[in-house]
C-alpha cells in the first residue's frame, strides 16, 4: 500500500499546490476587485495602499504563478513571509491563538505556502513540462552542431 501511495504523491502534492495557489489568489482577488466576494470590510483596497493592496497583489499573483506551478518555490516563500507578517501585525495582538484572534487563514497559507517551498510544485506543474521541452531540445544537439 505505501508504494502506491508514494508512486501517487507528487500527483497529490500537485493538486495540493493548485488548491492553495487557487485560495491565495482568491483572497487577492477579492481585496483587489471584490471578486468573488468583497472583503471582510466591504471595500477593496486602494491602489497602492500600504500593506493592503501589497498584500493582495502578492496573493493574486502569487496565486496564479502557485497555480500554474511555475516559480512556485519563490512565489511560495515570497508568500509564506507576506502571511507571518499579517500574522503577526494584525492578528498577534488580538490574542495568543489563531483561533482567538482570527488569524487562522494566514497561519495556515504560511505553513501551507512554507510547505511548497521545500516540496516544489509537484507534476502538473507547467515548469515541469517546460523543463522537460528545453531538456529534450538540448539532448538532441549533437557536439559540433549549431543549436
Request: glycine share 12%.
Given at each position: 500500500?505505501?508504494?502506491?501511495?508514494d508512486?501517487?504523491?507528487p500527483w497529490?502534492?500537485?493538486?495540493?499546490r493548485?488548491v492553495v495557489?487557487?485560495?491565495?489568489f482568491?483572497?487577492g482577488?477579492s481585496?483587489?476587485?471584490?471578486?468573488?466576494v468583497a472583503?471582510?470590510?466591504g471595500q477593496?483596497?486602494?491602489?497602492g495602499a500600504w500593506?493592503?493592496?501589497?498584500?493582495?497583489?502578492?496573493?493574486f499573483a502569487?496565486?496564479?504563478?502557485?497555480?500554474?506551478?511555475?516559480?512556485?518555490r519563490?512565489?511560495a516563500f515570497?508568500?509564506s513571509?507576506?502571511?507571518?507578517?499579517?500574522?503577526?501585525w494584525?492578528?498577534?495582538?488580538d490574542g495568543?491563538l489563531p483561533?482567538?484572534?482570527?488569524g487562522?487563514?494566514?497561519?495556515?497559507?504560511?505553513w501551507a505556502?512554507l510547505l511548497l517551498?521545500?516540496?516544489?510544485?509537484?507534476?502538473?506543474?507547467?515548469s515541469?513540462?517546460?523543463?522537460?521541452?528545453?531538456?529534450?531540445?538540448?539532448?538532441?544537439?549533437?557536439v559540433?552542431?549549431?543549436?
Amino acid at each position: 500500500m505505501l508504494t502506491s501511495l508514494d508512486k501517487a504523491s507528487p500527483w497529490a502534492i500537485g493538486i495540493f499546490r493548485i488548491v492553495v495557489g487557487f485560495l491565495f489568489f482568491c483572497h487577492g482577488t477579492s481585496s483587489l476587485f471584490a471578486w468573488p466576494v468583497a472583503p471582510y470590510s466591504g471595500q477593496t483596497a486602494d491602489f497602492g495602499a500600504w500593506p493592503s493592496w501589497w498584500a493582495a497583489a502578492i496573493q493574486f499573483a502569487g496565486g496564479i504563478l502557485i497555480m500554474l506551478g511555475v516559480g512556485t518555490r519563490a512565489a511560495a516563500f515570497i508568500g509564506s513571509g507576506s502571511m507571518a507578517v499579517a500574522y503577526f501585525w494584525k492578528h498577534q495582538g488580538d490574542g495568543l491563538l489563531p483561533i482567538q484572534n482570527d488569524g487562522d487563514s494566514a497561519a495556515l497559507f504560511c505553513w501551507a505556502l512554507l510547505l511548497l517551498v521545500f516540496i516544489g510544485g509537484g507534476k502538473l506543474a507547467l515548469s515541469s513540462v517546460l523543463n522537460r521541452r528545453t531538456s529534450t531540445s538540448s539532448d538532441s544537439v549533437r557536439v559540433g552542431e549549431p543549436a
